[in-house]
């Protein structure tokens, strides 16, 4: 495993785990990284300087300027506010997983009764529900809190 500094077209930053150079050069490659701040896809490797512990430094204390947080803590307040997003639609609404282009037609259509939900749809099928005037967005992040 292999851990980067990472930025996005409007300055954020944050750290990504990748399981090798090679395996982030793929997912580069492939425009499969997004910002875990903002989900745009405009994302590079950040200057980073290499981080010394233990025997290397002086009395085995952390470089000066380190912060120590763990993985599982959000490295920004944004990150937490759209996890809690979507956490509240998701213990609100109803997934439909991958009918919500269907279900959503169907609520501003008048065919089913109004709900709240949320699901999956393809980017055209999303293109074509937005051109149609029915009122949707997409949610934050990604099912199961998936990563880079």
Known sequence: MIRYAMKCGEGHRFESWFQSAEAFDGLADRGLLSCAICGGGDVTKAMMAPRVTGEGAPDGAEPAGSEQRPLSAPPHPAEAAL???????????????????????????????????YGQAKPDEARALIEDGVPILPLPG???????
């Open 142 to 148: 990604v099912p199961g809190d998936k990563s880079n």
């Open 83 to 117: 996890r809690a997003l979507r956490e509240h639609v998701e213990k609100t609404s109803t997934d439909v997983g991958g009918n919500f282009a269907r279900e959503a037609r169907a609520m501003y259509l008048g065919d089913k009764p109004e709900k709240p939900i």
